[in-house]
């Protein structure tokens, strides 16, 4: 009895020892040999890897996300982004980028202004060049950006906007029209632009000055 007592003693020590060996060897070869980035445009894939470069050699199944958003939220164009990890020795990183509208001009400082309201770095790149530029500030345009959204004006047809010191704008269409809008209630004079550009007789006018209250001027 004792002998057979020891005997399965000692097989279970011998199959324990395996268990926990193999287990140890599997977790330690499983490393991460690739990091693939995916639907980036902006951004370079170099920058993201370099910066990510820490998981290789990590087993993914211990890979904390945590880590990856604190430094991938620091990149100025990444909106969002998606982290699968494929079995047994990749990564990949989905990238959602910020889409810039207007371009903000402050002085001499250059800003993007994106859809979700963050100022990014100016980049000099060829599918922004055609972005209305906006010489004032980010606070004013706010402002003014949700007059015309609720104008529904689309934000593609300027070409520029004009912050005057007196608080007053001046907005540029692509159609080289000018409009001078008046320090207060411009509200209603984008609604008459609006509705006046439509109408072919009105297409031969370069400039639209509201600035006289109860006014508009032709030219």
Known sequence: MNKRLYVAIFLLLILT???VQHKFNFNHEIKIKKIIIANNKIVQEKRIIRDLS???EKNPAFISTNKIQEILTKIDFIESFEIKKIYPDKIKIKIFEKKPIVIIQNKKEKKYY???????DFLDLNEFKNLPIVFGDKKNFEIFYEILKN??????????????ETRRWDLITFDDQIVKLPINNFESSL???IELREKLSFSKYKTFDYRINGQLILK
């Open 54 to 56: 820490f998981l290789y």
């Open 151 to 164: 104008l529904k004006f689309p934000i593609n047809e300027i070409k520029a906007l004009y912050l005057f």
């Open 17 to 19: 020892t395996y268990s």
């Open 114 to 120: 994106t859809s979700s309201g963050d100022l990014v």
């Open 191 to 193: 609604k008459n632009f």
